[in-house]
C-alpha cells in the first residue's frame, strides 16, 4: 500500500508565478490535510477536504491561496502570484476518519522555494 | 482553541543515555494527541498516539509517552537513545468529538533531538 505522494518534491517559482502542490492521499483515504512549515517552526494546519468538499479552510490565507480535492485525481494546492513569505514545506496528510481515531498519515512535503 | 507547548526547542543527549522531550497542551476539550518524528528534508512519521485508555503509550523504536490529563502533559520517553533518533520530534493534539475525529492537528513548535557520541 503506497504511502501518501506529493510532487513536485521541490518546487522553484519566482515572485508573481503560480505554485501547483498535488497530493494523492493513501488508497481507501478519502480525506485530505494541508499543512505549511515554515523554517524552524512546527507545522501549521491550512485545510481539510473531503472529494469535492471543503470541510474546512480555517488556517487558510484569505487571498491567493486556494484547495480541492476533485472526484477524480489528486488534491491540489495552489498558490497565486507568490511572494517571497510563500517559501515553505508543504505537507499532506490523508486519514481514513476512523471513529475514535484522528491519525493522520502525511507524505513527504513539497518545499517550495520563492525567488 | 488549541494549543501545544514543547518547551526545550533544542536537546542534546548522549548517546545511550535516556531521554525525556517534554509536551504540554491546552483544550476545552477531551483530546487525542500525537507524537510525530521527521528526519531531516522528510515527512513526519508517526511515533505513537493516545486515543483513551492506558496512559501509556508504547510506540515505535523504543519511544514510550505518558498522558497525564491533571497536569495537560504528554511527554516523550525513551530508555536508551541511538544516533539514529537524531531527529525533530512534533507533540500534535486534536479535539476528541464523538463519532470521529476532528479537523486539523494543532502542532507544538519541535524539539530538536541531538544525539552525541
Known amino acids: 500500500n503506497a504511502g501518501v505522494m506529493q510532487n513536485p518534491r521541490h518546487l522553484v517559482r519566482r515572485r508573481g508565478q503560480e505554485a501547483r502542490l498535488r497530493c494523492s492521499p493513501m488508497?481507501?483515504?478519502?480525506?485530505v490535510y494541508w499543512y505549511r512549515q515554515l523554517p524552524e517552526e512546527g507545522l501549521k494546519f491550512m485545510v481539510y477536504?473531503?472529494?469535492?468538499?471543503?470541510?474546512?479552510e480555517s488556517g487558510m490565507p484569505k487571498e491567493r491561496f486556494s484547495a480541492e480535492f476533485p472526484k477524480e485525481g489528486p488534491s491540489i494546492l495552489r498558490i497565486q502570484q507568490v511572494v517571497r513569505g510563500d517559501s515553505a514545506a508543504y505537507f499532506c496528510?490523508?486519514?481514513?476518519?476512523?471513529?475514535?481515531?484522528?491519525?493522520?498519515?502525511f507524505g513527504p512535503g513539497t518545499r517550495l522555494t520563492v525567488l | 482553541a488549541q494549543s501545544v507547548t514543547q518547551l526545550d526547542s533544542q536537546v542534546p543527549v548522549f548517546e545511550e543515555a535516556p531521554v525525556e522531550l517534554r509536551c504540554n497542551y491546552s483544550?476545552?476539550?477531551?483530546?487525542?494527541l500525537f507524537w510525530y518524528v521527521q528526519y531531516p528534508n522528510q515527512g513526519l512519521q508517526l511515533l505513537l498516539k493516545?486515543?483513551?485508555?492506558?496512559?501509556l503509550v508504547k510506540g515505535i523504536n523504543g519511544f514510550e509517552a505518558e498522558f497525564n490529563k491533571s497536569q495537560t502533559s504528554f511527554h516523550l520517553r525513551k530508555p536508551s537513545v541511538h544516533i539514529s533518533d537524531t531527529a525533530e520530534y512534533f507533540c500534535?493534539?486534536?479535539?476528541?468529538?464523538?463519532?470521529?475525529?476532528?479537523?486539523?492537528?494543532?502542532f507544538g513548535k519541535g524539539t530538536h533531538l541531538i544525539i552525541q557520541p
Open positions: 496528510a490523508s486519514s481514513p476518519r476512523l471513529a475514535g481515531d484522528n491519525e493522520q498519515f
Open positions: 488508497k481507501g483515504h478519502s480525506h
Open positions: 477536504l473531503q472529494k469535492e468538499n471543503i470541510i474546512d
Open positions: 483544550s476545552s476539550v477531551s483530546v487525542y
Open positions: 493516545y486515543l483513551s485508555g492506558s496512559t
Open positions: 500534535a493534539v486534536s479535539d476528541y468529538l464523538s463519532g470521529g475525529g476532528a479537523d486539523g492537528l494543532t
